[in-house]
T-cell receptor
Framework: QQQVKQSPQSLIVQKGGISIINCAYE??????FPWYQQFPGKGPALLIA?????SEKKEGRFTISFNKSAKQFSLHIMDSQPGDSATYFC?????????FGKGTRLHILP | GAGVSQSPSNKVTEKGKDVELRCDPI?????LYWYRQRLGQGLEFLIY????????KSGLPSDRFSAERTGESVSTLTIQRTQQEDSAVYLC????????????FGSGTRLTVV
């Protein structure tokens, strides 16, 4: 079974700092790498996604970096804010569905 | 509707009872997915519907779990003879096509088996 391995499980960052979450995948056939953000009591929501033909995608304070040779991609949150405190999931498609990492619980200290 | 709607939002049931969870996808979305999220855990794929194709049931954990979808609208996830390990949040998502991978999730049904 294709795996998506996410780290760390939890992360605490000071307000204004950079939050970095990493993911590694096993199958080179993936063609789309999304990140989802989930607040307590809510379903996950698509945050940002990247295709493997680019090495980086930036949307506001959120950046995905993609390393195809290492089969890794990461989410960077610049100038982290308390409102960014949530659980973040990396994901990859497999057979017309998405397989999710186990999630990173991010807490931004005020 | 504007989003994916799930009902009930919370369900407490006794061990051994059957439960039905409902999902109303976004109108026009042909693909519908069910995931399970245990407390503090990731999202576990259960089943996937795409149009009139046979559903992908590869994630259903046992034959106590089943799901149906009427055309491209409402879906129902049924759990028979519930067990305590079935306690989780059951999330439904829909998307406009199989290649977009831009899921829209509902807020989930929190199932507690006592």
């Amino acid at each position: 079974q294709q795996q998506v391995k996410q780290s760390p499980q939890s992360l605490i960052v000071q307000k204004g700092g950079i939050s970095i979450i990493n993911c590694a995948y096993e199958n080179t056939a993936f063609d789309y790498f999304p990140w989802y953000q989930q607040f307590p009591g809510k379903g996950p929501a698509l945050l940002i996604a990247i295709r493997p033909d680019v090495s980086e995608k930036k949307e506001g304070r959120f950046t995905i970096s993609f390393n195809k040779s290492a089969k890794q991609f990461s989410l960077h949150i610049m100038d982290s804010q308390p409102g960014d405190s949530a659980t973040y999931f990396c994901a990859a498609p497999r057979d017309d569905k998405i397989i999710f990492g186990k999630g990173t619980r991010l807490h931004i200290l005020p | 509707g504007a989003g994916v709607s799930q009902s009930p939002s919370n369900k407490v049931t006794e061990k051994g009872k059957d439960v039905e969870l409902r999902c109303d996808p976004i109108s026009g979305h042909t693909a519908l997915y069910w995931y399970r999220q245990r407390l503090g855990q990731g999202l576990e794929f259960l089943i996937y519907f795409q149009g009139n194709s046979a559903p992908d049931k590869s994630g259903l954990p046992s034959d106590r779990f089943s799901a149906e979808r009427t055309g491209e609208s409402v879906s129902t996830l049924t759990i028979q003879r519930t067990q305590q390990e079935d306690s989780a949040v059951y999330l439904c998502a829909s998307s406009s096509d199989r290649v977009s991978y831009g899921y829209t999730f509902g807020s989930g049904t929190r199932l507690t088996v006592v």
